[in-house]
C-alpha cells in the first residue's frame, strides 16, 4: 500500500505538489469557511489583515493545510487566502470538468463573494501556475502581481526528456487503478501513511481522506485535461503587472528515486522553461534558490518565505 502511495506522489511530477489529500471530511470542522460557487461549496481560509492580499493556489494534490505553516507566516504581515480546490480538502467535487477555465471561475466566484475586491497577488506553484495564468487571462484587473513558485508552464512534457511524459501517463494509470481500489473499499483509512508535515490534529483527517476514490478522480482529470488548460492559460501578449519567477535550483532532485528518471538534463530544460515564464510580463525577475527541489515548502521553507516577503513589500 505505501508503495502506491509514494508513486502516486512521484507521478505527479511538476503539476503535482508533495502531499495527498481529497474530499470532505467529517472528523474535523474546516478551519476557514465554505463558501457556495454555484451549488456546491468550496473551502477558503482567510487570515491576517495586511495591507496586500495573497491568494495561494496549489499544486495538483495539494490543498490548504499544507499551506498552513507559510500561510500563518505571511499572514503576519498581508492578508493570505488559501483554498481547497473543489474534490481537494474540506471543499465539495465540482459537477464540472478540471480544466483551468472551471476552475478560474470557481475561484473568481468564491472570491468575490468573499468579498475580496481590490487587486490581489496570485502565487502559484507548480500545476497552479497554469491556473494562475489562466486566472490573469480571465480577470487581468483583479491581479496586482504573479508569483510563481516553481510553476508549470505550457507543453513542459514536450520539452523535458522522453522519461518524464512517459511517468507522466503512468501516474495518470496509476490514479485510475487506486481510484478503482478505492470505490472497491480496498482502501483503508488506517492504512494510509501519516503526512508528517501536517500538524498532528489533521493527521486522522487526512488518513480518512486519501482512502476517498474523489481526490484520485481529481487528479487523473486535472492531468488528463492538460492540454486543454494549456490553451486557456497561454499568455500570448506580455502583461504589465510585476512578476517574481522562484525557481529551485535541483528542483528534479525531488523526484530522484524514480527509476531512469535523467535528473540533470531534466533540471536543465526545467531551468530553461522558468526562464520562459520572465516574458510573461514585462516588469519580471527571477529568484534562484540554492539546493532547493521542487518540494519548495520542504526544501527550502524559509528562503520561499523570505522571496515571497521581499517582493510583495516592493510592491
Same mark, same amino acid.
Given at each position: 500500500?505505501?508503495?502506491?502511495?509514494?508513486?502516486?506522489?512521484?507521478?505527479? $511530477?511538476?503539476?503535482?505538489?508533495?502531499?495527498?489529500?481529497?474530499?470532505?471530511?467529517? $472528523?474535523?470542522?474546516?478551519?476557514?469557511? #465554505?463558501?457556495?460557487?454555484?451549488?456546491?461549496?468550496?473551502?477558503?481560509?482567510?487570515?491576517?489583515?495586511?495591507?496586500?492580499? =495573497?491568494?495561494?493556489?496549489?499544486?495538483?494534490?495539494?490543498?490548504?493545510?499544507?499551506?498552513?505553516?507559510?500561510? !500563518?507566516?505571511?499572514?503576519?504581515?498581508?492578508?493570505?487566502?488559501?483554498?481547497?480546490?473543489? %474534490?481537494?480538502?474540506? *471543499?465539495?467535487?465540482?459537477?464540472? *470538468?478540471?480544466?483551468?477555465? !472551471?476552475?478560474?471561475?470557481?475561484?473568481? &466566484?468564491?472570491?468575490?463573494?468573499?468579498?475580496?475586491?481590490?487587486?490581489?497577488?496570485?502565487?502559484?506553484? *507548480?500545476?497552479? %501556475?497554469?491556473?494562475?495564468? @489562466?486566472?490573469?487571462?480571465?480577470?487581468?484587473?483583479?491581479?496586482?502581481? =504573479?508569483?510563481?513558485?516553481?510553476?508549470?508552464?505550457?507543453?513542459?512534457?514536450?520539452?523535458? /526528456?522522453?522519461?518524464?511524459?512517459?511517468?507522466?501517463?503512468?501516474?495518470? @494509470?496509476?490514479?485510475?487503478?487506486?481510484?478503482?481500489?478505492?470505490?472497491?473499499?480496498? $482502501?483503508?483509512?488506517?492504512?494510509? /501513511?501519516?503526512?508528517?508535515?501536517?500538524?498532528?490534529?489533521?493527521?486522522?483527517?487526512?488518513?480518512?481522506?486519501? @482512502?476517498?476514490?474523489?481526490?484520485?478522480?481529481?487528479? +487523473?482529470?486535472?492531468?488528463?485535461?492538460?492540454?486543454?488548460?494549456?490553451?486557456?492559460?497561454?499568455?500570448?501578449?506580455?502583461?504589465?503587472?510585476? &512578476?517574481?519567477?522562484?525557481?529551485?535550483?535541483?528542483? +528534479?532532485?525531488?523526484?530522484?528515486?524514480?527509476?531512469?528518471?535523467?535528473?540533470?538534463?531534466? !533540471?536543465?530544460?526545467?531551468?530553461? $522553461?522558468?526562464? !520562459?515564464?520572465?516574458?510573461?510580463?514585462?516588469?519580471?525577475?527571477?529568484?534562484?534558490?540554492?539546493?532547493?527541489?521542487?518540494?519548495?515548502? #520542504?526544501? @527550502?521553507?524559509?528562503?520561499?518565505?523570505?522571496?515571497?516577503?521581499?517582493?510583495?513589500?516592493?510592491?
Amino acid at each position: 500500500m505505501y508503495r502506491i502511495l509514494r508513486n502516486i506522489t512521484l507521478l505527479s $511530477l511538476f503539476i503535482g505538489s508533495y502531499s495527498l489529500y481529497a474530499q470532505k471530511s467529517s $472528523l474535523n470542522n474546516p478551519p476557514g469557511k #465554505l463558501v457556495d460557487v454555484g451549488g456546491y461549496q468550496l473551502h477558503f481560509n482567510v487570515k491576517g489583515n495586511g495591507p496586500e492580499t =495573497i491568494v495561494i493556489e496549489p499544486g495538483t494534490g495539494s490543498w490548504s493545510l499544507q499551506w498552513m505553516e507559510l500561510q !500563518n507566516e505571511l499572514s503576519k504581515q498581508f492578508r493570505v487566502v488559501t483554498y481547497d480546490r473543489a %474534490g481537494y480538502g474540506w *471543499s465539495d467535487t465540482s459537477p464540472y *470538468s478540471r480544466s483551468a477555465n !472551471n476552475i478560474v471561475e470557481e475561484l473568481h &466566484i468564491g472570491l468575490t463573494k468573499l468579498g475580496i475586491n481590490e487587486p490581489f497577488i496570485l502565487l502559484g506553484h *507548480s500545476y497552479g %501556475g497554469l491556473i494562475v495564468k @489562466a486566472y490573469v487571462n480571465k480577470y487581468k484587473e483583479d491581479v496586482k502581481a =504573479i508569483i510563481f513558485a516553481d510553476a508549470a508552464t505550457e507543453f513542459q512534457f514536450q520539452k523535458l /526528456p522522453p522519461a518524464v511524459a512517459m511517468v507522466l501517463e503512468s501516474g495518470k @494509470a496509476q490514479f485510475k487503478r487506486t481510484g478503482a481500489m478505492a470505490r472497491a473499499g480496498m $482502501l483503508s483509512a488506517a492504512q494510509m /501513511p501519516i503526512d508528517s508535515a501536517l500538524n498532528s490534529q489533521f493527521w486522522e483527517v487526512y488518513q480518512e481522506t486519501i @482512502a476517498q476514490p474523489s481526490f484520485y478522480d481529481v487528479m +487523473f482529470n486535472e492531468m488528463d485535461l492538460l492540454p486543454r488548460t494549456y490553451a486557456y492559460s497561454a499568455i500570448e501578449k506580455p502583461i504589465r503587472q510585476p &512578476i517574481l519567477v522562484i525557481t529551485a535550483d535541483n528542483s +528534479f532532485g525531488a523526484f530522484s528515486s524514480v527509476p531512469g528518471l535523467p535528473v540533470e538534463d531534466s !533540471n536543465t530544460t526545467w531551468f530553461e $522553461l522558468q526562464k !520562459n515564464l520572465l516574458s510573461v510580463s514585462t516588469k519580471s525577475k527571477q529568484e534562484v534558490i540554492p539546493n532547493a527541489t521542487h518540494h519548495l515548502l #520542504l526544501t @527550502a521553507k524559509d528562503e520561499f518565505r523570505k522571496a515571497v516577503i521581499n517582493f510583495v513589500k516592493k510592491l
